[in-house]
């Protein structure tokens, strides 16, 4: 199972949702159809995009606001994510791609060797030329 | 025991988790002490008896908007789960606490004519017999929820790696000489969002992206960036 969430976090770390999980821990608002708004703490968002809050203040129209301590958001309803304006979004999105795809020299503890470092030096002496060798004429 | 009640079927199969002792609140009407039972298909409070067709509440998960646990209320003291179903409008004539929604709904239309999505939701309140209980209720139902993606939703998947999806499906290969080959669409009318020039991996490389400029699902090389 932790296999999967590591590759799910891998993956989505292109796409918007990946952005959005970088987003956990911060005070977001979010807009839900009917004019319900959300306040409240991102902790996580899972791969169908449904969210869940911590500290959550929901506010109806025309209705008293109800506090919530967790709450969960089916994904269909949501229609805005606010981005706190403190949030560099490029810079979000450098920093995540940078701690899902690490170099090798930065992984703790040595990591995997990759598929194509194994084969090594003599694999690349011995390939065939990019280019035949009459390729000029 | 209020007329709201429907008789509904007790599940009795994929059923996650019951809990009994349940006290359960619509919006502010109390409606009586049953079991909650949390099953894969829909969550259902029931009176507790031993018939499967008893008066309760029957919630599917696609018109479940969201739901948490509620610790301080003014209204209600002990800490709760709450859960906001989506209301289909035709039920909004027939529901006895709709005079509130009906309110709240004209003014809403009256109030924002772009509404034109504006969803109606009810509140149910469920008080649990532990606390434990709640906790374990919220991430069952979480989870249960999951379960249930909407059908529609498939065409708008983001770019996964590995969702090499043809979307183009009807004459997709007698209008395009090449099929999924083709890098220029003159003809949109199977593809009018041009996704098979994203999704196709033979399109991949025209891309000029970091990010596609290698082949997908390989995540060894950090690029530039």
Redesign the interface.
């Known amino acids: 199972m932790s296999n999967l969430n590591r590759k799910y976090k891998?993956?989505?770390c292109?796409?918007?949702?990946g952005f959005l999980r970088c987003l956990a821990g911060q005070r977001t608002q979010i807009d839900?159809?009917?004019?319900?708004m959300l306040v409240g703490v991102l902790v996580d968002i899972?791969v169908?995009h449904?969210i869940?809050l911590s500290q959550?203040t929901m506010s109806?129209?025309?209705?008293r606001p109800?506090?919530?301590?967790?709450?969960?958001?089916?994904?269909?309803?949501v229609r805005y994510i606010r981005v706190p304006d403190e949030i560099d979004v490029i810079e979000t999105i450098?920093q995540d791609?940078?701690k899902?795809?690490?170099?090798p020299s930065e992984i703790f503890g040595g990591g995997q060797k990759?598929m194509?470092v194994r084969k090594g030096r003599e694999y690349e002496k011995n390939l065939p030329p990019l280019r035949p060798d009459n390729y000029h004429y | 025991m209020p007329s709201i009640l429907n008789t509904i079927t007790y599940p009795s199969e994929y059923i996650r988790q019951q809990y009994s002792l349940v006290k359960a609140y619509l919006e502010d009407e109390y409606l009586g002490q049953g079991n909650l039972c949390v099953s894969e298909n829909q969550l259902v409070w029931a009176v507790t008896s031993n018939e499967t067709e008893r008066a309760g509440i029957s919630i599917d998960y696609?018109s479940?908007?969201?739901?948490?646990?509620?610790?301080?209320?003014p209204k209600y003291p002990e800490?709760h789960l709450?859960v906001v179903v989506?209301k289909a409008k035709e039920d909004e004539e027939d529901d006895e606490n709709s005079e509130?929604h009906q309110?709240?709904g004209d003014?809403?239309r009256s109030?924002?004519p772009v509404?034109y999505?504006?969803?109606?939701?009810v509140?149910y309140r469920f008080v649990m017999a532990t606390s434990e209980d709640l906790k374990i209720a919220?991430q069952n139902?979480?989870e249960c929820?999951?379960l249930h993606?909407?059908p529609l939703?498939d065409m708008v998947e983001?770019?996964?790696?590995?969702s090499d999806i043809d979307y183009g499906e009807e004459d997709e290969n007698n209008q395009n000489g090449n099929g999924n080959g083709n890098g220029n669409e003159h003809n949109d009318d199977d593809d009018p969002y041009g996704y098979n020039a994203h999704f196709a991996s033979s399109n991949q490389e025209l891309r000029g992206s970091h990010?596609t400029s290698r082949r997908r699902g390989q995540?060894?090389?950090?690029?530039i960036?």
């Open positions: 891998k993956e989505s292109r796409t918007l949702l839900i159809y009917g004019g319900i899972d169908n449904n869940q959550v109806r129209p025309l209705q109800i506090s919530f301590t967790r709450l969960c958001i089916r994904y269909s309803n450098r791609l940078r899902m795809n690490p170099k990759k194509h | 696609p479940l908007t969201m739901h948490g646990i509620v610790t301080h209320d800490e709450v989506q509130n309110d709240n003014q809403q109030d924002s509404e999505d504006s969803i109606r939701t509140n919220y139902i979480a929820q999951a993606p909407d939703d983001d770019d996964e790696v590995g990010f995540h060894d090389d950090q690029g960036i």
